[in-house]
């Protein structure tokens, strides 16, 4: 199983960034995806999740009006699209995986991960 996420780099404040997350899990259509994130010295912190068909989201109340989060199960692709990004959002974003019913912002709920992409905002 692998989660490959791409799309992070350096960006201004107030710009745009999306990330995407392309995944072998199997049937993706059957899996919750999140997007995380980390910095140095902190733990994991839950960023959005999407459910399986993508009619459920849920964002963490930082990014709320900020973030969208939306996936194409046909391309098996999950995408995190920033916008308005200020440098607090300065961090490695990952995918994760999980097959259950809910969206959950607990890192331990999620079975797969993937490597993450650095993003970085400058003032």
């Known amino acids: 199983v692998q989660l490959q996420a791409s799309g992070g780099g350096l960006v201004q404040a107030g710009g745009s960034l999306r990330l995407s997350c392309a995944a072998s899990?199997?049937?993706?259509?059957?899996?919750?995806m999140g997007w995380f994130r980390q910095t140095p010295g902190k733990e994991r912190e839950f960023v959005s999740g999407?459910?399986?068909?993508?009619?459920?989201?849920r964002y963490t109340d930082s990014v709320k009006d900020r973030f969208a989060i939306s996936r194409d199960n046909a391309e098996n692709t999950v995408y995190l699209q920033m916008n308005s990004l200020q440098p607090e959002d300065t961090a490695v974003y990952y995918c994760?995986?999980?097959?259950?019913?809910?969206?959950?912002?607990?890192?331990?709920?999620?079975?797969?991960w993937g490597q993450g992409t650095l993003v970085t905002v400058s003032s």
């Open positions: 899990v199997r049937p993706f259509s059957q899996y919750i």
């Open positions: 999407i459910s399986q068909r993508g009619d459920s989201t």
């Open positions: 994760a995986a999980k097959m259950s019913l809910f969206i959950s912002t607990n890192t331990g709920a999620y079975d797969y």
